[in-house]
């Protein structure tokens, strides 16, 4: 048997370190200030379908929508043990919401076309939604297991595993094709060193150019000729479009997404701050208004 | 044409063994006050095998209308067959809004449910009120739309959600979010029967095995939490924060020193032999505040840190600490909270 996984990963902002600059005047998120890290729980994912490839051979591929620098976590994942990586990135994703998001990323797993079992982390620390799984599944019209902690078997077009209920958990028979959300229930490995020292120059074709100058490279011949080269020793990250993967406009991006945000409210940062407050009635009676006012308190 | 009418608040039910899970009860609550201000029904989908029984439940808490699924094939649930029928109903009916709990069973099939339907979805919400709305795409305001009221960013900020497009629209709230009012056994609602239309394409996903045991308290998903430490005195002294506990809508958590004490079991231990939690508001009372402790909860969005000894550790990670007796504190802070505005 021979498998072919995806595992859809994303590039987070660390919101354990986020800091009062990281909103902009608008209320949207300011990412660009915000040191990146690879979502855990995808982690978590992309060791489950390491192991998978191991137990029962086959192939794993690495996909991620974001901004150009999102290609940092795909050479991670070469570093971890991928076989390929995909990038889906343009400017016309900006504002995308979980609907537009799992629009996308449908678009792209079409146009891989081939895939037995799709992994994701249960959910992504920026925005705790865990919706892009389920949506993703239900656009390709494929069954999704969530909350996944182990795969026990795959055969005769099966999978089973055991995922995490309320109170307990179950043992699940599906076909295959399959989405899976995955917890942290494994250990995801270290990069390996050699593979460091292999990946390390895998390149998207925007990072190609970007190093050889930008636009001055554009001679069609020589970029073609060192896409060659990289794509013979698996070096290259593919980079592709809202075009390229046939995705509909409208159906992207802020125009694809049902949600608005109407309004953004910072919060005092954890750790932040600290306040006495005194052992009278009227302090404590200041406190309580501050925290109903916050909805920390309803 | 007549205009446009405004369709009813729908909530999901989540039941299991013959148990309404506690967040759907919640949630009917929520949707009676949100339906009062809009001036239509509450309406409740039930999904199961032989669960008819449970509609006068739903009716003594609000509901008007209950959707009535029953197959065996629904016993537990499973997303696909779960979809199928729940669209259905969102087609033929059209809900104005829709509340999910974000459960596990919440978290999966809410998402479905709304890619299917190209509907909006914010999840974790942790307040839901009606406002009116200018979308600054169209131009236009939209009265009475659902304020999806969430925090992102790890707890960072409090971001306020609308959903712009057509009808429903849909949210999932976690358990404990939204407050239980008291049952009108008396109170009357409807029953609408839905025919289980299942081909076995939708039931290929199977049920091997299945554990639960009902949890006597769930700590991760509260969203307020007091923790009562070995500073409490006795078990006399631990039921103040019970009482505290009662009176703000939270859950009762406890040190590890408080548990071996007696005075509380070890389900409700916070730390790092017990649970990790992160709500929105983690009181510690009469807790040092131990770095076995703090790894259990220093991820809490609000820290409130009571305690006689003014360096005790607790303080280091609070954002606010009153310095003094708990059983001096509790009582000043309940009488607060009850003449809130």
């Known amino acids: 048997m021979s498998l072919n996984i995806l595992v859809f990963a994303k590039q987070v902002p660390d919101t354990k370190n986020v800091t009062g600059k990281a909103m902009k005047d608008d209320g949207t998120v300011n990412r660009a200030a915000l040191p990146t890290i690879f979502n855990p729980e995808d982690l978590n994912a992309l060791e489950l379908a390491l192991q998978l490839r191991e137990r029962f051979g086959g192939k794993v591929t690495v996909v991620t929508m974001g901004p150009p620098a999102a290609a940092a976590i795909l050479r991670h994942s070469l570093f971890m043990g991928a076989d390929e990586t995909i990038l889906i990135t343009d400017r016309k994703f900006a504002g995308a919401d979980t609907l537009a998001t799992s629009y996308t990323l449908s678009c792209a797993a079409k146009k891989i076309g081939k895939f037995d079992v799709i992994l994701c982390g249960r959910q992504a620390i920026d925005g705790d939604t865990a919706q ?44 295959l094709p399959v989405l899976l959300t995955v917890v942290d229930a494994n250990v995801p490995r270290p990069a390996g060193a050699r593979r460091i020292m292999q990946y390390k120059k895998a390149v998207t074709r925007s990072e190609l150019l970007a190093k050889h100058g930008g636009a001055a490279y554009e001679d069609a011949n020589l970029l073609a000729e060192e896409e060659k080269k990289l794509k013979a020793r698996n070096l290259w990250i593919h980079e592709w479009t809202a075009a390229d993967v046939g995705a509909d406009p409208n159906r992207i991006g802020l125009p694809g997404s049902p949600t608005k945000v109407k309004q953004i409210q910072s919060v005092v940062l954890a750790g932040g701050t600290y306040k006495d407050i005194a052992l009278t009635d009227a302090a404590i009676k200041d406190l309580v208004h501050e925290l109903v006012a916050e909805h920390i308190l309803s | 044409m007549s205009k446009k009418t405004i369709g009813n608040v729908w ?331």
């Open chain 2, 11 to 341: 909530v999901f039910i989540e039941q299991d063994g013959g148990k309404i899970a506690d967040v759907s009860l919640e949630l009917v609550c929520k949707g009676r006050d949100l339906a009062d201000q809009l001036g239509t029904k509450v309406e409740a989908v039930l999904l199961g095998d032989s669960v008819k029984a449970l509609c006068p439940t739903l009716f003594s808490y609000g509901v008007d209308n209950v959707f009535l699924a029953e197959d065996p094939n629904l016993k537990h649930y499973s997303p696909v067959p779960f979809t199928k029928i729940v669209i259905d109903l969102i087609k033929k009916h059209k809900p104005n809004i829709f509340l999910f709990g974000a459960s596990v069973v919440g978290r999966s099939l809410a998402p479905r449910v709304a890619s299917k339907q190209l509907a909006g979805l914010t999840a974790d919400c942790t307040d839901l009120r009606i406002d009116s709305f200018e979308d600054k795409a169209s131009g236009k305001v939209l009265p009475n739309k659902l304020m999806q009221i969430r925090p992102a960013f790890g707890g960072n900020i409090i971001a306020t959600i609308v959903n712009s497009w057509d009808d429903p629209q849909m949210v999932t709230v976690r358990e404990g979010v939204m407050k239980m009012t008291e049952p009108q056994p008396d109170r009357k609602g409807e029953i609408t029967t839905v025919k289980v239309e299942l081909d076995a394409a939708d039931c290929l996903v199977a049920i091997i095995e299945r554990f639960k045991e009902e949890k006597s308290v769930n700590l991760k998903g509260a969203q307020i939490i007091v923790s009562g430490g070995y500073g409490m005195g006795s078990a006399a002294g631990f039921a103040l924060v019970k009482k505290f506990a009662e009176a703000i809508g939270g859950q009762v958590a406890a040190s590890r020193a408080a548990v071996d004490a007696g005075w509380i079991d070890h389900d409700h231990q916070v730390g790092q032999t017990g649970v990790t939690v992160r709500p929105r508001l983690y009181i510690a009372c009469g807790i040092s505040g131990s770095v076995q402790h703090r790894a259990g909860m220093a991820e809490s969005a609000k820290i409130i840190a009571i305690n006689s000894d003014a360096n005790a550790p607790i303080f280091s990670i609070a954002h606010y600490g009153i310095v003094g007796r708990v059983e001096d504190v509790l009582p000043k802070f309940i009488k607060a909270y009850k003449s809130r505005a």
């Open chain 1, 132 to 175: 892009v799984g389920p949506q993703l599944a239900e656009k390709l019209d494929i069954p999704q297991l969530t909350y996944v902690e182990e795969v026990q078997d795959v055969k005769g077009g099966k999978l089973r595993a055991r995922c995490q209920i309320d109170g307990g958990y179950e043992v699940i028979e599906t076909p």
